[in-house]
């Protein structure tokens, strides 16, 4: 059994390796839909988020507010671009439009050029398809260019963490869309509160994430009596998963976890009461909505 | 007015960015032409050295409350110890053998010191807000320009160009000069040499630790912000020619503004041009464009 990844193109190579030895592969860090759609395996558990889900509730979420044109700022390589592809997918098909697109290489440290051409787009949105350090200095640069003014932000990919660096002051207003929150649920307040005790910092979806689906494998485990691969995955397919990550989500064919997908908007700094109060939510996506559908899926265990 | 299907005033402020970014390339390039003109060394940890004088400003902001203005002096000085005491410590036992060694030493010296930060302060880093005299910003009709940036420009060049008077026009930059073009003769003349070496070393380091601060609020302040930079940086002092003084300052602003175009034509290329630069003068000129073949 094989746990991590947060590169999208080390998570299909080790995917795939997992598949050919028969073992199970979670995965809580990388982006790519890859992993369940053109490239799903039996074995492939897909547990935290994916780009399709981050593109549904970012994307959604500024149409429904009626913003409708958008510009890009894309990290250079993989991940961007399905991040793209997706958000653009989802633009177009609610009638929006999207008015133009830079390609910036991974971990540049200057923004300001890419985000002037984003302004004289005149574009409404301004989405990041980049993710970490890259989304940080996109962010603070947008701040102090007057970006934010004219154009709303809508991270793609941000984590709490993100937030947390960027400072309340230059995040206030972003919208982002995560898996889960650590102010959320008596549960999810408990496990954060351990998490603190620790780590002295909160968790991100993706480390909540890791929890429960590693929780999830051994209950499995404990359940099933063994740990076979194929018992394993058939316990885990059939328990629904109730915890302090999600209600109700279950893993699919596909391998997809479908569990309810949240849009948040960073809070102001004078509605922030204590610190890591940073989100105040604006919708919920349920996961049958979030993640692929299954007639859009290219993957074969998933429409047999 | 349109210029390759872009409006002037559009050319104009990419320009002008290309300029700040040019900046930073121009004050690091310095400190290192400065280093390997004197001591032969190729400094890897230049980058590091960056990020120290960034993170060092973070510290001091943090923790005992000192201002950016205060930094801005303080944080040069604090990292060039640091590089004095590297430089007395380790990087002279290996001024006989080759570049190689000197290399490794400062390269690994990069890895420690971005591997001991990062465990304590993590890789998304921390945020620092520029000083409130400049945190405003200039409608210049063709963009609006924040003041920091401009203050970014102002200063470095400042400091550029006076490190290229004190080497190229004053007494003590004879000695430097000379040092580099024969060592055992200045000293033949009764300059302590050694004590040159050192205070030259943490000169240059001093420098990176300057750029380090000015880039403190403009870019997040994590460790790996040396990393992301130095390599490009270093393509620069080799197309600038190595140890090269004004070599290294115009090469740097000069190549701001190319990478800045092509952020607009062709993002993706933008951290691979000054690279394709490089391959090209070195073709032609192998001592690079302001170098002199020894």
């Known amino acids: 059994m094989i746990f991590g990844g947060t590169n999208s193109g080390t998570a299909l190579a080790t995917a795939k390796v997992a598949a050919e030895k028969k073992r199970i592969y979670i995965n809580n860090g990388a982006g790519t839909s890859a992993l369940t759609n053109e490239q799903c395996s039996p074995y492939t558990i897909h547990y935290t988020y994916d780009t399709i889900a981050l593109a549904n509730g970012s994307a959604k979420g500024m149409m429904d507010k009626g913003l409708k044109t958008w510009y890009f700022l894309t990290a250079d390589y993989a991940f961007g671009y399905a991040l793209e592809k997706d958000a653009t997918n989802v633009i177009n098909a609610s009638g929006g439009k999207v008015l133009g697109t830079s390609k910036h290489p991974l971990n540049a440290s200057d923004f300001s050029s890419y985000l002037l051409q984003a302004q004289n787009s005149k574009a409404q949105v301004l989405g990041l398809a980049n993710a970490g350090g890259d989304t940080i200095n996109s962010v603070k640069a947008a701040n102090e260019f007057g970006i934010t003014k004219t154009m709303k932000i809508a991270g793609l990919l941000v984590f709490i963490t993100d937030v947390h660096a960027i400072g309340i002051k230059n995040a206030q207003g972003l919208l982002a869309t995560e898996a889960w929150y650590w102010d959320q649920s008596d549960q999810s307040r408990k496990f954060a509160g351990r998490f603190m005790e620790k780590m002295k910092r909160m968790p991100s979806m993706v480390q909540a994430g890791n929890y429960s689906s590693t929780m999830t494998y051994l209950n499995a485990v404990k359940a099933a009596g063994t740990d076979d691969s194929d018992k394993v995955m058939a316990q885990m397919r059939k328990t629904k998963i109730n915890d302090m990550f999600t209600k109700n989500g279950y893993i699919r064919k596909d391998g997809t976890m479908v569990h309810d997908m949240y849009l948040f908007e960073v809070k102001t700094p004078s509605e922030v009461k204590s610190p890591w109060d940073y989100y105040k939510l604006v919708s919920t996506l349920s996961g049958e909505k979030a993640f692929t559908i299954p007639p859009d899926s290219k993957c074969a265990l998933l429409n047999k | ?294």
């Open chain 2, 1 to 294: 007015m349109e210029i390759f299907g872009l409006s002037s005033s559009a050319l104009l402020s990419q320009l002008l960015l290309g300029l700040v970014n040019g900046s930073f390339y121009a004050i690091l390039s310095l400190g290192l032409a400065v280093i390997f003109g004197l001591l032969n060394v190729i400094n890897f940890s230049h980058g590091a050295m960056f990020m120290l004088g960034a993170i060092v400003t973070w510290m001091a902001g943090q923790y005992f409350g000192i201002n950016y203005w205060v930094m801005l002096l303080l944080s040069p000085i604090v990292v060039g110890l640091v590089g004095i005491v590297i430089e007395r410590l380790l990087l002279r036992h290996l001024y006989q053998l080759d570049h190689l060694y000197g290399l490794l030493l400062t390269f690994g010296l990069t890895l420690f010191i971005e591997g001991v930060l990062r465990s304590i302060y993590g890789a998304s880093g921390l945020a620092y807000s520029a000083p409130e005299l400049l945190s405003g910003s200039t409608d210049l009709g063709f963009m609006v320009l924040p003041n920091y940036r401009a203050w970014v420009v102002f200063s470095s060049l400042t400091v550029c160009f006076a490190t290229w008077y004190v080497i190229e026009k004053t007494s003590i930059g004879a000695y430097l000069r000379a040092g580099t073009e024969n060592p055992k003769l200045v000293q033949a003349f009764g300059v302590n040499f050694p004590l040159m070496t050192t205070l030259t070393y943490g000169f240059g380091v001093a420098l990176a630790a300057f750029s380090g601060v000015l880039a403190a609020p403009i870019i997040q302040v994590s460790p790996l912000m040396g990393s992301n930079l130095i390599i490009v940086v270093f393509a620069v002092v080799v197309i600038g020619g190595m140890g090269s003084i004004m070599g290294s300052i115009i090469t740097g602003l000069g190549l701001g503004l190319i990478e800045g175009l092509t952020k607009v034509f062709y993002p993706q290329a933008s951290s691979t041009v000054v690279f394709a630069i490089m391959v090209i003068v070195l073709l032609f000129r192998p001592a690079g464009l302001f170098g002199r073949e020894k």
